[in-house]
């Protein structure tokens, strides 16, 4: 274990695999917390944003700052929702506790909580993004010198040696807004990007949440439930008894970049036409570098979020 755990804010559309990453967040000793900000992408912002309140307040965190941001993307139309992924809901159809009276979001915008987070911890903050980079973009243009105050961004968007998740060219996250991830990949801060390269190496299945609904039991059942929606999706598309396990490996690859085999490239997004939201290694003098996760321990990865899951630290 880590002397000092590491500071980090997600920035998530939850979503099922969010949901995981929010949950294991809050369970693992070896994170700090300090926020949720939430955009569009796997759900409307607004579903997006109330969401992470209910999850915050079912792990026993009804203090965590959650703050709504993008409802959109930059420039191009809004994509649709996920909703045969996630449900309309984004947690399949799990039903999530009723907030409390007075239990809103943070008065700051997304964009304004990333930079002053990042600004009153200078090189400290890392922020895992984990829906479209659109609130990211946001900060970098309304407050440029988050860029040198974050510690780094860990971005799970982008396919770079296989095919897309939405479009044989695209992965989700990006394809909602390409333009952001482009100005998040251009910023001179250190951006790592955990792509479909190594969460579709690693795998969940029902059988893996036994044990956390046993010893968790009330975050146990939601996340339960909410997977079993997921996991159908998987089985009808892919053919897969479970599901990949996308966001809480972006969230593990922060703490345990030992676990990733790793270059350092360019990235070149494409923003417009029927390869929108391709992610490729681009020529050296194109683009800044940024550190690509081509490789994963995927045994180690997923013992390393069932351990944190499987603890009982969640009620």
């Not at 909703?83 to 009276?101: E, F, K, M, Q, S």
């Amino acid at each position: 274990m880590t002397e000092t755990p590491a500071a980090i804010v997600i920035d998530t559309d939850p979503g099922v695999d969010d949901a995981m990453a929010i949950l294991y967040a809050l369970a693992d000793p070896e994170i700090e917390l300090l926020g949720l900000t939430t955009v569009f992408g796997n759900v409307p912002e607004p579903v997006a944003t109330r969401n992470a309140l209910q999850l915050a307040l079912l792990a026993g965190a009804p203090a965590l700052p959650v703050a709504a941001g993008a409802a959109r993307p930059r420039l191009q139309p809004p994509r649709p929702f996920a909703t045969d992924v996630h449900g309309a809901d984004g947690l399949g159809t799990a039903v999530l506790p009723p907030l409390p009276p007075g239990r809103l979001p943070d008065p700051r915008p997304a964009a304004r909580f990333l930079a002053e987070t990042c600004a009153a911890r200078p090189g400290e903050v890392t922020i895992v993004a984990v829906g479209p980079l659109t609130n990211l973009a946001a900060a970098l243009d309304v407050h440029p010198a988050i860029a040198r105050q974050a510690r780094g961004v860990i971005v799970m968007g982008g396919a770079l040696r296989q095919k897309g998740n939405v479009t044989p060219f695209a992965e989700a996250n990006i394809h909602q807004d390409p333009h952001a991830a482009a100005a998040v990949f251009a910023a001179p801060w250190a951006v790592t990007l955990v792509g479909l390269d190594v969460t579709e190496r690693v795998i969940l299945t029902a059988a893996d949440l036994a044990p956390m609904v046993a010893r968790s039991p009330r975050c146990g059942a939601l996340l339960a439930e909410a997977a079993e929606f997921y996991f159908a999706f998987h089985k009808a598309s892919e053919g897969l008894d479970g599901c990949h396990l996308h966001d809480p490996t972006a969230v593990i690859a922060a703490l345990r970049p030992e676990l990733f085999r790793t270059a350092v490239a360019p990235v070149e997004v494409t923003v417009r036409g029927p390869e929108a939201g391709r992610t490729r290694e681009a020529p050296e003098a194109a683009a800044r570098p940024l550190t690509l996760c081509l490789g994963v321990d995927a045994p180690a990865v997923r013992a390393r979020f069932l351990e944190i899951l499987h603890a009982g630290r969640l009620p």
